[in-house]
Nanobody, 125 residues
Framework: QVQLVESGGALVHPGGSLRVSCAASGFALDYQAIGWFRQAPGKEREGVSCISSSGASTYYADSVKGRFTISRDVARNTVYLQMNSLKPEDTAVYYC??????????????????WGQGTQVTVSP
């Protein structure tokens, strides 16, 4: 059974850092690209960052480039999203999901599957 479980969400101050995790089961990360998405209140879900099955290709939304880093630990079958220099506009529920191999063009909710339950990230003074 394929399952993705997010964790690590928290309340942080602007300028702070946080790492969220996505633990996968039912498949190996070596064979599946994974993406991080977020949805803020009243807004559509959007793609934040994706990583290919090899780890060699990554995608970042313009709004997070230079601040967020996606990585994976194959041994732990877990994908991470390190978020630095957090801003109030980063406040959202963060989800991980499986995405197609071409992460550069398909890191979008439309192409994602196996959604996790999400983890809340709140950036506030």
């Amino acid at each position: 059974q394929v399952q993705l479980v997010e964790s690590g969400g928290a309340l942080v101050h602007p300028g702070g850092s946080l790492r969220v995790s996505c633990a996968a089961s039912g498949f190996a990360l070596d064979y599946q690209a994974i993406g991080w998405f977020r949805q803020a209140p009243g807004k559509e879900r959007e793609g934040v960052s994706c990583i290919s099955s090899s780890g060699a290709s990554t995608y970042y939304a313009d709004s997070v480039k230079g601040r967020f880093t996606i990585s994976r630990d194959v041994a732990r079958n877990t994908v991470y999203l390190q978020m630095n220099s957090l801003k109030p506009e980063d406040t959202a529920v963060y989800y991980c999901a499986g995405v197609p191999p071409d992460v550069q063009t398909m890191c979008a909710p439309l192409f994602a599957r196996w959604w996790g339950q999400g983890t809340q990230v709140t950036v506030s003074p």
